[in-house]
């Protein structure tokens, strides 16, 4: 399921950090412990566990200025917009996360990211597009997907056409799919991934995106990921697991979330 969020503010211009991911992040699982603060510190602290990974099984876009407005990139780390509204995408395959989120919107009209405070106008629930075996996605946010070598402290980040992605891309919507609903899929699945040609070509193969998460403290992280139109060809139950939970890894701080 999906929810929309709608946030006013009062400023003449809203300006956030570009690296506003672990902000909103923070914002949500806020929002979730105004109904639940035992359902927000575990999935928080352990998300739905599957051998030795955990799953969130929740993503968001980012925060997309309404009125044909866009971002302005400042020369200082932030970004700036004249649009007095906001809306941010929040989506999740788990039932009870959604709800929890619902509850606790009704407990916080307003809320803030960063030092910006908002007023939750509108909470919508989109309506579910028909998904197939063979789909067209716009991402919202970059589609991120590593692994980690034997003896190699850090991940690689793996970009499409790069040994691996398409395999690991669909080991991690496997294992999605075997904590939404607790039992493994059935069957032998195939996936096959295409960044759309013409837009790679316009790009000219620039089709990546630097994101760092918790800027400026000891945590701090730099992520890259995928940002592009693709096609994916991959079984309809997993395609639904990839559309609700996210794409890659790190949905829970914002990525791998698309559109149809």
Same mark, same amino acid.
């Given at each position: 399921?999906?929810?929309s969020?709608?946030?006013?503010?009062?400023? !003449?211009?809203?300006?956030?950090? =570009?690296?506003?991911? !672990?902000?909103?992040?923070?914002?949500?699982?806020?929002?979730?412990?105004?109904?639940?603060? +035992?359902?927000?510190?575990?999935l928080? $602290?352990?998300?739905y566990?599957l051998?030795?990974?955990?799953?969130?099984?929740?993503?968001?876009?980012? /925060?997309?200025p309404?009125g044909? *407005?866009?971002?302005?990139?400042?020369?200082?780390?932030?970004?700036?917009?004249?649009?007095?509204?906001?809306?941010? #995408?929040?989506?999740?395959?788990? %039932? +009870?996360?959604? +709800?929890h989120?619902?509850?606790? /919107? /009704?407990?916080?009209? /307003?809320?803030?990211?960063? *030092?910006q405070?908002?007023?939750?106008e509108? =909470?919508?629930k989109? @309506?579910?597009? $028909?998904?197939?075996? @063979?789909? *067209?996605?716009?991402?919202?946010?970059?589609?991120? &997907?590593?692994?980690?070598?034997?003896?190699?402290?850090?991940?690689?980040?793996?970009?499409?056409g @790069?040994?691996?992605?398409?395999?690991? #891309?669909?080991?991690?919507?496997?294992?999605?799919?075997? %904590?939404?609903?607790?039992?493994?899929?059935?069957?032998?699945?195939?996936?096959?991934f295409?960044v %759309?040609? $013409?837009?790679?070509?316009?790009?000219q193969g620039?089709?990546?995106k #630097?994101?760092?998460?918790? +800027?400026g403290?000891p945590d701090?992280?730099?992520?890259?990921?995928?940002?592009?139109?693709? *096609?994916? &060809? =991959?079984?309809?139950?997993?395609?639904e697991?990839?559309?609700? &939970?996210?794409?890659?890894?790190?949905?829970?701080?914002?990525?791998?979330?698309?559109k149809?």
């Amino acid at each position: 399921m999906r929810i929309s969020l709608s946030l006013s503010h009062r400023n !003449h211009h809203l300006t956030l950090p =570009v690296n506003v991911n !672990h902000l909103i992040s923070s914002l949500i699982y806020n929002i979730v412990s105004n109904s639940s603060s +035992e359902y927000a510190e575990r999935l928080h $602290e352990q998300g739905y566990r599957l051998d030795k990974r955990t799953f969130k099984l929740f993503t968001f876009s980012p /925060l997309i200025p309404v009125g044909h *407005r866009r971002w302005e990139m400042n020369g200082d780390g932030t970004m700036t917009t004249e649009a007095r509204n906001v809306s941010l #995408l929040i989506s999740s395959g788990k %039932a +009870e996360f959604v +709800e929890h989120l619902v509850v606790g /919107l /009704l407990h916080q009209p /307003l809320v803030q990211i960063g *030092r910006q405070r908002f007023r939750v106008e509108t =909470v919508k629930k989109l @309506d579910p597009p $028909e998904l197939g075996d @063979d789909m *067209r996605f716009i991402m919202l946010s970059p589609l991120v &997907c590593s692994a980690k070598r034997d003896g190699e402290k850090y991940p690689q980040y793996l970009m499409p056409g @790069d040994e691996g992605f398409e395999r690991v #891309l669909l080991e991690n919507l496997l294992g999605k799919y075997e %904590a939404l609903h607790g039992q493994a899929y059935e069957g032998k699945p195939e996936l096959y991934f295409e960044v %759309a040609k $013409e837009y790679f070509e316009r790009k000219q193969g620039k089709i990546t995106k #630097l994101i760092t998460l918790k +800027e400026g403290s000891p945590d701090e992280t730099k992520v890259r990921g995928t940002l592009a139109p693709f *096609r994916l &060809c =991959v079984p309809k139950e997993l395609m639904e697991v990839g559309y609700y &939970c996210g794409f890659g890894g790190l949905n829970a701080q914002g990525f791998g979330m698309v559109k149809g």
